[in-house]
């Protein structure tokens, strides 16, 4: 009896240790699994850290980024406006219309125009008569044959009728007309109106039968062979825009294709809104495929 007792004791005893053992077991695994698990976060946390400082070191040695349009030069931009109003009676161009320097644009339709012409020619005719009446009397007078009052009033009336007629050229040349050719090519019906400069027409502002006013436009024409990037640029940066700069920039729908452009000018005014500046660069390879008005995206270059 006392030797069962023994062996019973001695079993809850093994049990016990069993027990206890297989705790102890599941609490090292469980802090083996703790510790791993700080391991792992540790070592997130180390890979984040490089990556931020990483992109922030990046962000730093990238040069800003600025937007911008595609612009023409001032001076390679002309507006054709009419000196005399009247109504469109013809035109030889449209939109997009590539033209040449003398090309007859549009015909416009005045009686103004016409009587000019006749004011000119009449007047050229009866210049030459006093003339030569002014030259005559001058004759008589040294021969003493004429009184001296007659060749003052000759010589007034030819004055008179010459700064008529160079009034009337000068009136014809502020349209475009050569006065002396009228004396050959007779009175036109219509005034031509002719390209000054070679370029693309854009910005049309008539149609036939319009009548358009003195100084009312018919239309833009834009020669691209300068072509300006007006880049937007904010107080921040402006320190970095130097004169002389140059520039690399992408031009929206045109892939990741690169241009260069050298900046010419710095805008002395800050808008009161966005409080930016404009600056312009001038694009170094002008392509055929370039408009005013393209949107553009472009950096600086060390």
Known sequence: MKRNYIYLVSAAMLALAACTQA???????????????????TESESDSVEIDAVTGATNVANS?????????????????????????HALNVMPGSAVSRGKVVAMIDNPEYIELQQTYLEASAQLEYLEKEYQRQRTLVEQ??????????????????K?????????????????????????????????????????????????????????????????????????????????????????????????????VAIDQAVDSKDYSV???AEVSTVRSDFRPGMYVRAKLLK
């Open 23 to 41: 705790q102890t077991g599941e609490t090292t695994a469980e802090s083996e699994s703790e510790e791993a698990k700080a391991e792992v976060v």
């Open 64 to 88: 800003p980024t600025f937007n911008g349009l595609m612009v023409v030069s001032p001076s390679k931009q002309v507006t054709l406006s009419l000196t005399m109003g009247g109504k469109v």
């Open 144 to 161: 003493d044959a004429a009184s001296q009052k007659r060749a003052q009033q000759a010589k007034a009336d030819y004055l008179s009728m």
């Open 163 to 263: 700064s008529r007629v160079d009034a009337s050229a000068s009136r014809l040349a502020t349209l475009g007309i050569e006065a002396k050719e009228l004396a050959t090519s007779g009175i036109k019906p219509y005034l031509p109106v002719v390209a000054p400069v070679s370029g693309f027409v854009t910005n049309m502002n008539a149609n036939l039968g319009k009548y358009l006013e003195v100084g009312e436009p018919i239309c833009d024409i834009i020669d691209k062979s300068r072509i300006l990037l007006q880049l937007t640029v904010y107080e921040k940066d402006l320190h970095l825009m130097k004169i002389g700069g140059k520039v690399e920039f992408r031009v929206n729908g045109m892939g990741k294709e690169t241009f260069a452009a050298k900046i």
């Open 278 to 280: 404009k600056v312009y």
